[in-house]
């Protein structure tokens, strides 16, 4: 029979499963190893990565340099462009001298502002950093908290409230969400500033009153996946056994759920943030342009027009090595939130 | 199941929208541009070429659907093979799969579409194979995921050892398996494309005017954002109470499978 | 030991029900027994007979929730625990009374340290700073023989077998010095050579702490390794009490009767190990009357009357309403 007796919860009822075998614990020089691997693993990561955006040049259609070069352009511009490219030579070359400059913070020189890319991005980069912490932040304290008002008051007013608002979240565009804010704490209530952006440098109250609505905006679709997480793991683990175990000790709930239930939910927490954080850098592209901050989204979008091919593949790697650091980042704090997990 | 009523009727209205939209969507009449939602005649009122709201919202419906099935669909087509060979041969092959599978998950996927539809010229096709190419490692690794679990079941070992060739265990044993998991998926991955398609479609390298989608009635909305605020609520309404139809569709279909599939 | 002194816990007409489908439906019903200090009550049964539910009405953990409900009483060192509030019961879990449960492999947090887990439960109801809660929970592992406690308080619950686990989990009931005991099934998890160690374990326990015990178990012979009394449960209903020696030696009702044919032990003396056709009653479908009528074998039709649990002696109790009349066909 289960531990509780007959309970009125199905969840309770689930079969149990089968007890782990006992493990000694791995050493400390295997944790070490481990982290070595992973550190190994996003090295790799980042060289197929070069090739993916060095690779992106070949899908422009016909002669690369009088596609970028645009409608008109001079034979010189055309030339200059192809030299830039190394065109001609061997697509290794190619990649080998590209991959170069980059590795040396060398991202090439902008076809449109031809000033360099690396200088571009530098100044744009504090806004969309801003941005995107300002909005992870937002994503993680209100999604975690939602998530556990729902998780312990589950099937309560409370509860179908939250996932109703969290189901309708997942489901709205990040920009549209933008654009009603805007329309409404903007336009309408005068709230906000509408656009633009002040660095923190100049006008700290300035910069955070800015950074409000896109950040609420962009956090909204992670913060509903992560109350749907926290949900979802937190009630589970709140019908395990060793949370009886710790209640039958005369630890309060308080205690139980802040100590004990978070902390065994932290690792797929984890794991569901750093795939957010990844999903809120590409939304807040869109999200930048419609509160038109000068950021690396922005400039990214300018680029497609432009048809400014050295701008886009650095944003494009610039985001991907994000993602690769945030992984990595991930998967640390998963192996030591996780006893288990250390191999 | 109210999530497979709504996009039933969803389905139904993108097929018959050009029979059964009041006005021609594209015809223009400078005469009533940006009219208030509840005009005398047009319902929804009508955008900056006074082009009526109401049928580009019906003909919008059906693009932004199609595209969604299109993206999905070519996520699926990539995907379901190499999740397929990735799981069900292991060794060497699964990690290669894996490998570019990880570095291709490193790009944000609607970076990575929004720099494939820039580069290779803006429309629709073109947007569509750019979400199709960045969603395809989802599928994978779902596939692949799915197709471990089933791999050591013992009818499988079964079949094994009497011989059965490796395609007919894949075809007759382990795709049946691994179908509903992947519906689920679909369904949940048609959500996440028709939002990146609206992406897309806002900055303009989605369909190309005068043909409207949704994402692309929200683009050029944006611009009179001002002036005619309620020209952005109806498209984003619409593409919520899509992907919502398509998320609650996967969650109920995850339920009654009682399996779990990640998102 | 009978009268000799006060009871420390003492249960009368425990009642729990739930909520199913809009009926109030008696998982546990009319249910009385009493705990002297010092000694152990075996709670005996089925699963499902309302054995674990009892107890856990008693920690709080039943009764409390949406759906469910409680009424009865349970006086326990002069408060009623089925009456008191969350901080109240909060204060006396793990301290005046403390729990083991079932499954020790489930049963401790997989992400904290077993040292830490034990003195967490010190420092809610000592006031320790955690060093000194540490040492008393490297004290308490000590007690229950966990070789090198220092050491392995640093270690995870994964890297315990499961005996170990168990002892952890004992460690942590014992470590405020509660008065009284309820361990639910705390062997059955177990492999049979380390069942009895645990139970050597509990009964030095309960000899050196002089603690009182509530011992939850389906299995006859652990009863009468283990306890002083027992209480025999069929339907969330108990249907004898008594000595185990007693009891053992001449059951009250048939129930207990089969039960104890039942054991290969006692089985083995009588000639044949015996079975009870037919499967306990579930709380939707109890029978008005007797509720081992439809399967008692030596059932009257005046066996349809409502029953009540009859003392026939000092500390015996009996819930035939046949008395012992149907143990003359028993011979036959």
Same mark, same amino acid.
């Given at each position: 029979?289960?531990?509780?007796?007959?309970?009125?919860?199905?969840?309770?009822?689930?079969?149990?499963?089968?007890?782990?075998?006992?493990?000694?614990?791995? +050493?400390?020089?295997?944790?070490?190893?481990?982290?070595?691997?992973?550190?190994?693993?996003?090295?790799?990561?980042?060289?197929?990565?070069?090739?993916?955006?060095?690779?992106?040049?070949?899908?422009?259609?016909?002669?690369?340099?009088?596609?970028?070069?645009?409608?008109?352009?001079?034979?010189?511009?055309?030339?200059?462009?192809?030299?830039?490219?190394?065109?001609?030579?061997?697509?290794?070359? %190619?990649?080998?001298?590209?991959?170069?400059?980059?590795?040396?913070?060398?991202?090439?020189?902008?076809?449109?502002?031809?000033?360099?890319?690396?200088?571009?991005?530098?100044?744009?980069?504090?806004?969309?950093?801003?941005?995107?912490?300002?909005?992870?932040?937002?994503?993680?304290?209100?999604?975690?908290?939602?998530?556990?008002?729902?998780?312990? /008051?589950?099937?309560?007013?409370?509860?179908?409230?939250?996932? !109703?608002?969290?189901?309708?979240?997942?489901?709205?565009?990040?920009?549209?969400?933008?654009?009603?804010?805007?329309?409404?704490?903007?336009?309408?209530?005068?709230?906000?500033?509408?656009?633009?952006?002040?660095?923190?440098?100049?006008?700290?109250?300035?910069?955070?009153?800015?950074?409000?609505?896109?950040? $609420?905006?962009?956090?909204?679709?992670?913060?509903?996946?992560?109350?749907? %997480?926290?949900?979802?793991?937190?009630?589970?683990?709140?019908?395990?056994?060793?949370?009886?175990?710790?209640?039958? %000790?005369?630890?309060?709930?308080?205690?139980?759920?802040?100590?004990?239930?978070?902390?065994?939910?932290?690792?797929?927490?984890?794991? @569901?943030?750093?795939?957010?954080?990844?999903?809120?850098?590409?939304?807040?592209?869109?999200?930048?342009?419609?509160?038109?901050?000068?950021?690396?989204?922005?400039?990214?979008?300018?680029?497609? =027009?432009?048809?400014?091919?050295?701008?886009?593949?650095?944003?494009?790697?610039?985001?991907?090595?994000?993602?690769?650091?945030?992984?990595?980042?991930?998967?640390?704090?998963?192996?030591?939130?996780?006893?288990?997990?250390?191999? | 199941? *109210?999530?497979?009523?709504?996009?039933? &009727?969803?389905?139904?209205?993108?097929?018959?929208?050009?029979?059964?939209?009041?006005?021609?969507?594209?015809a223009t009449d400078l005469n009533t541009v940006l009219l208030q939602p509840g005009a005398p005649g047009h319902l929804l009122g009508t955008d900056e070429l006074g082009r009526d709201v109401a049928s580009r919202l019906l003909v919008g419906g059906r693009v932004s659907l &199609?595209?969604?099935?299109?993206?999905?669909?070519?996520?699926?087509?990539?995907?379901?093979?190499?999740?397929?060979?990735?799981?069900?041969?292991?060794?060497?092959?699964?990690?290669?799969?894996?490998?570019? =599978?990880?570095?291709?998950?490193?790009?944000?996927?609607?970076?990575?579409?929004?720099?494939?539809?820039?580069?290779?010229?803006?429309?629709? =096709?073109?947007?569509?194979?750019?979400?199709?190419?960045?969603?395809?490692?989802?599928?994978?690794?779902?596939?692949?995921?799915?197709?471990?679990?089933?791999?050591?079941?013992?009818?499988?070992?079964?079949?094994?050892?009497?011989?059965?060739?490796?395609?007919?265990?894949?075809?007759?044993?382990?795709?049946?398996?691994?179908?509903?998991?992947?519906?689920?998926?679909?369904?949940?991955?048609?959500?996440?494309?028709?939002?990146?398609?609206?992406?897309?479609?806002?900055?303009?390298?989605?369909?190309?005017?005068?043909?409207?989608?949704?994402?692309?009635?929200?683009?050029?909305?944006?611009?009179? &954002?001002?002036?005619?605020?309620?020209?952005?609520? #109806?498209?984003?309404?619409?593409?919520?109470?899509?992907?919502?139809?398509?998320?609650?569709?996967?969650?109920?279909?995850?339920?009654? $499978?009682?399996?779990?599939?990640?998102? | 030991?009978?009268?000799?002194?006060?009871?420390?816990?003492?249960?009368?007409?425990?009642?729990?029900?739930?909520?199913?489908?809009?009926?109030?439906?008696?998982?546990?019903?009319?249910?009385?027994?009493? !705990?002297?200090?010092?000694?152990?009550?075996?709670?005996?049964?089925?699963?499902?007979?309302?054995?674990?539910?009892?107890?856990?009405?008693?920690?709080?953990?039943?009764?409390?929730?949406?759906?469910? /409900?409680?009424?009865?009483?349970?006086?326990?060192?002069?408060?009623?625990?089925?009456?008191?509030?969350?901080?109240?019961?909060?204060?006396?879990?793990?301290?005046?009374?403390?729990?083991?449960?079932?499954?020790?492999?489930?049963?401790?947090? +997989?992400?904290?340290?077993?040292?830490?887990?034990?003195?967490?439960?010190? /420092?809610?109801?000592?006031?320790?700073?955690?060093?000194?809660?540490?040492?008393?929970?490297?004290? *308490?592992?000590?007690?229950?023989?966990?070789?090198?406690?220092?050491?392995?308080?640093?270690?995870?619950?994964?890297?315990?077998?499961?005996?170990?686990?168990?002892?952890?989990?004992?460690?942590?009931?014992?470590?405020?010095?509660?008065?009284?005991?309820?361990?639910?099934?705390?062997?059955?998890?177990?492999?049979?050579? @380390?069942?009895?160690?645990?139970?050597?374990?509990?009964?030095?326990?309960?000899?050196?702490?002089?603690?009182?015990?509530?011992?939850?178990?389906?299995?006859?012979?652990?009863?009468?390794?283990?306890?002083?009394?027992?209480?025999?449960?069929?339907?969330?209903? $108990?249907?004898?009490?008594?000595? !185990?020696?007693? =009891?053992?030696?001449?059951?009250?009702?048939?129930?207990?009767?089969?039960?104890?044919?039942?054991?290969?032990?006692?089985?083995?003396?009588?000639?044949?190990?015996?079975?009870?056709?037919?499967?306990?009653?579930?709380?939707?479908? #109890?029978?008005?009357?007797?509720? #081992?009528?439809?399967?008692?074998?030596?059932?009257?039709?005046?066996?349809?009357?409502?029953?009540?649990?009859?003392?026939?002696?000092?500390?015996?109790?009996?819930?035939?309403? /046949?008395?012992?009349?149907?143990?003359?066909?028993?011979?036959?």
């Amino acid at each position: 029979m289960t531990p509780t007796g007959i309970s009125v919860s199905p969840a309770l009822q689930e079969p149990k499963k089968l007890p782990a075998p006992a493990k000694r614990r791995v +050493p400390l020089s295997g944790l070490l190893r481990s982290v070595g691997t992973r550190i190994l693993r996003s090295l790799l990561l980042f060289v197929a990565v070069t090739i993916t955006v060095f690779g992106l040049s070949a899908l422009i259609p016909g002669d690369p340099a009088v596609s970028l070069a645009g409608e008109g352009a001079t034979p010189e511009a055309i030339a200059a462009i192809r030299t830039q490219l190394g065109l001609g030579k061997p697509w290794y070359e %190619q990649y080998f001298s590209w991959t170069n400059g980059v590795l040396h913070g060398d991202l090439g020189t902008s076809f449109f502002y031809h000033t360099p890319v690396s200088d571009l991005v530098m100044s744009r980069l504090p806004v969309t950093l801003s941005l995107a912490l300002f909005a992870i932040i937002a994503a993680v304290v209100f999604g975690i908290l939602a998530g556990l008002l729902s998780a312990t /008051r589950r099937g309560r007013l409370a509860d179908k409230i939250t996932t !109703v608002i969290s189901t309708v979240g997942i489901a709205t565009p990040n920009f549209w969400v933008g654009m009603i804010l805007l329309i409404l704490f903007s336009l309408n209530w005068h709230i906000f500033p509408a656009v633009g952006y002040t660095p923190i440098t100049k006008n700290a109250g300035s910069w955070f009153m800015h950074l409000v609505l896109p950040a $609420i905006a962009l956090a909204a679709a992670a913060g509903a996946e992560l109350q749907r %997480q926290t949900r979802s793991s937190v009630s589970e683990i709140l019908s395990q056994d060793y949370i009886r175990t710790a209640r039958a %000790q005369g630890l309060t709930r308080r205690k139980v759920l802040w100590q004990r239930a978070l902390k065994n939910g932290a690792p797929p927490l984890a794991t @569901v943030v750093g795939f957010q954080t990844a999903v809120l850098l590409g939304g807040s592209v869109v999200v930048e342009k419609v509160f038109s901050l000068p950021g690396v989204g922005t400039l990214a979008i300018d680029s497609v =027009t432009l048809k400014d091919l050295p701008i886009l593949q650095a944003v494009v790697l610039l985001n991907a090595c994000f993602v690769i650091i945030i992984n990595f980042a991930t998967d640390l704090i998963y192996t030591v939130l996780n006893p288990k997990v250390r191999i | 199941m *109210a999530g497979l009523a709504i996009l039933c &009727i969803l389905a139904v209205v993108a097929i018959v929208a050009p029979w059964i939209t009041p006005y021609d969507p594209n015809a223009t009449d400078l005469n009533t541009v940006l009219l208030q939602p509840g005009a005398p005649g047009h319902l929804l009122g009508t955008d900056e070429l006074g082009r009526d709201v109401a049928s580009r919202l019906l003909v919008g419906g059906r693009v932004s659907l &199609i595209a969604a099935l299109q993206g999905t669909g070519i996520a699926l087509v990539i995907g379901v093979p190499l999740g397929l060979v990735s799981g069900f041969f292991g060794a060497w092959v699964d990690k290669v799969i894996m490998f570019v =599978t990880d570095a291709l998950m490193s790009f944000p996927a609607l970076l990575l579409a929004m720099a494939i539809a820039g580069i290779l010229g803006p429309n629709l =096709t073109n947007a569509m194979t750019a979400i199709g190419l960045s969603t395809a490692p989802r599928a994978i690794r779902l596939v692949r995921g799915s197709v471990l679990g089933i791999r050591e079941e013992t009818y499988i070992e079964a079949a094994r050892s009497i011989g059965t060739p490796s395609y007919q265990i894949v075809f007759r044993h382990i795709l049946p398996n691994v179908l509903a998991p992947l519906v689920v998926f679909a369904a949940i991955l048609a959500g996440t494309v028709m939002l990146i398609e609206a992406g897309l479609s806002f900055i303009g390298l989605g369909v190309q005017p005068p043909e409207a989608s949704w994402g692309a009635m929200l683009g050029s909305a944006f611009t009179y &954002i001002s002036r005619s605020p309620w020209l952005a609520v #109806f498209p984003g309404v619409c593409i919520a109470i899509s992907v919502l139809a398509l998320n609650v569709l996967g969650d109920g279909v995850r339920d009654s $499978i009682g399996k779990k599939v990640r998102r | 030991m009978t009268g000799a002194k006060d009871p420390l816990l003492n249960v009368e007409n425990l009642r729990v029900e739930i909520d199913f489908n809009g009926a109030w439906v008696p998982l546990v019903d009319d249910v009385s027994f009493s !705990v002297k200090p010092g000694e152990t009550l075996g709670l005996v049964g089925e699963s499902g007979s309302g054995k674990s539910v009892s107890a856990m009405s008693l920690m709080g953990f039943m009764g409390r929730q949406r759906g469910q /409900r409680l009424s009865g009483t349970a006086a326990f060192q002069g408060k009623d625990l089925l009456r008191l509030n969350d901080r109240e019961l909060e204060s006396m879990r793990g301290n005046e009374i403390a729990m083991v449960f079932q499954e020790p492999m489930t049963s401790l947090d +997989p992400a904290f340290k077993v040292g830490h887990q034990i003195a967490a439960g010190i /420092r809610v109801h000592q006031h320790v700073t955690a060093a000194q809660a540490k040492e008393m929970a490297i004290e *308490a592992m000590d007690k229950v023989r966990i070789p090198s406690a220092r050491v392995r308080a640093d270690s995870y619950p994964h890297e315990f077998s499961g005996g170990m686990r168990q002892r952890v989990l004992i460690a942590m009931a014992i470590a405020n010095n509660p008065s009284m005991l309820i361990a639910d099934e705390p062997t059955t998890a177990l492999d049979v050579s @380390v069942q009895a160690q645990i139970l050597a374990l509990l009964t030095e326990m309960k000899e050196d702490l002089g603690l009182a015990m509530i011992f939850i178990t389906h299995n006859m012979g652990v009863v009468a390794d283990i306890c002083d009394r027992l209480a025999v449960m069929y339907a969330g209903q $108990i249907v004898e009490e008594g000595d !185990v020696f007693e =009891t053992f030696a001449a059951p009250q009702h048939p129930y207990t009767d089969r039960l104890l044919a039942a054991m290969p032990s006692i089985a083995s003396r009588r000639g044949s190990l015996e079975w009870i056709p037919g499967s306990p009653p579930k709380p939707t479908d #109890f029978p008005a009357g007797c509720r #081992f009528a439809p399967r008692c074998r030596h059932r009257l039709d005046s066996c349809e009357q409502p029953t009540t649990l009859l003392e026939i002696s000092p500390g015996r109790s009996n819930r035939c309403l /046949r008395g012992n009349t149907w143990m003359e066909e028993n011979e036959s």
